[in-house]
């Protein structure tokens, strides 16, 4: 086994990265953590402690700091996982959406407005209930289930007064009718690793707002949904998000710094290894990549 220089990049080492710095370590990688909060990026050139980083995982909590440490990462010509396009995508659930329904893949019905009347004219074309959701977010926070006119305008009146601009950007997604779960897979390169259900008798089955997990095999479908779903967002290490329809699965989101310690602990399998594994294959590939361009 070659020995690979890994750059750890993050804002707060969780369970999740400890479960990465751990493989790496009983590997005898090498391994540069990179605080993103107390690092400086030169627009010229890297910083010292970059210069033999075989390969970087981006694993920012921050999504603004995500989007710009990768493109410098990629200026400085270090691989980085997941590339800046991959996170940029997946940041936005706009760029999101546009990329999965450009690639064919089944996903809900989404509109985009930028006034409060607009908004709710989407609305009212959805009916009721349908979903307000945030452009950029994770943990299922302050996305909203419509009911009706008046919870509409409140919380349209409510997001239009807030200051950033994002909140601005208003979108609104059809209600799709779910089993009182949905599903998780985490994939690298489009190739599954495992699978999780998360079920709740809320509305949002997230594992971060206490739904309960178990193992989920992917079928066929789901395989080829999961691949086609990584390939529309440019790769990487992914987790994709579907649910269960009368007519099939549809996938709802993909995400690129994603978390894994929910279903870590619902699997038999080993996610921090299989991860491992394919970060090696990447820094190999890397390597024959920059030995061709210089020979």
């Not at 980083?53 to 921050?62: E, G, N, P, Q, T």
């Not at 992914?238 to 996938?251: A, F, K």
Request: charged share 30%; proline share 3%.
């Amino acid at each position: 086994m070659v020995r690979v220089n890994v750059g750890i990049l993050y804002s707060r080492i969780r369970k999740d990265e400890k479960l990465l710095l751990n493989e790496l370590r009983e590997r005898d990688h090498e391994i540069e953590k990179i605080d993103v909060r107390k690092q400086t990026f030169d627009i010229s050139e890297a910083p010292e402690a970059f210069a033999d980083l075989d390969i970087v995982v981006d694993r920012c909590l921050a999504t603004s700091r995500s989007l710009y440490a990768t493109q410098f990462f990629e200026a400085y010509g270090i691989p980085v996982v997941n590339s800046h396009e991959t996170a940029d995508i997946c940041a936005d659930k706009v760029k999101n959406s546009l990329a999965l329904e450009k690639a064919g893949v089944p996903t809900p019905a989404t509109k985009v407005a930028f006034t409060k009347e607009t908004a709710m004219e989407a609305i009212e074309e959805f009916g009721y209930p349908c979903v307000l959701k945030p452009v950029v977010g994770s943990w299922g926070r302050l996305m909203a289930k419509i009911d009706s006119p008046d919870a509409a305008e409140a919380i349209l009146e409510h997001k239009a007064t807030l200051g950033h601009y994002e909140h601005k950007v208003f979108y609104v997604q059809e209600f799709v009718e779910k089993p009182g779960r949905d599903i998780r897979v985490l994939a690298t390169d489009g190739e599954p690793i495992a699978g999780m259900v998360r079920s709740s008798d809320h509305w949002i089955t997230n594992a971060a707002k206490g739904a309960e997990t178990d193992v989920f095999e992917p079928d066929e479908e789901a395989i080829e949904l999961v691949e086609q779903a990584s390939d529309a967002v440019g790769g990487g290490l992914l987790g994709i998000d579907l649910m269960e329809t009368e007519d099939g699965y549809t996938v709802h989101e993909v995400n690129h710094t994603v978390e894994f310690k929910a279903l870590d602990g619902a699997v038999d399998t080993d996610i921090a290894g299989t991860v491992v594994d394919w970060l090696e294959e990447k820094a190999a590939d890397a390597a024959d990549s920059e030995l061709e361009v210089s020979a």
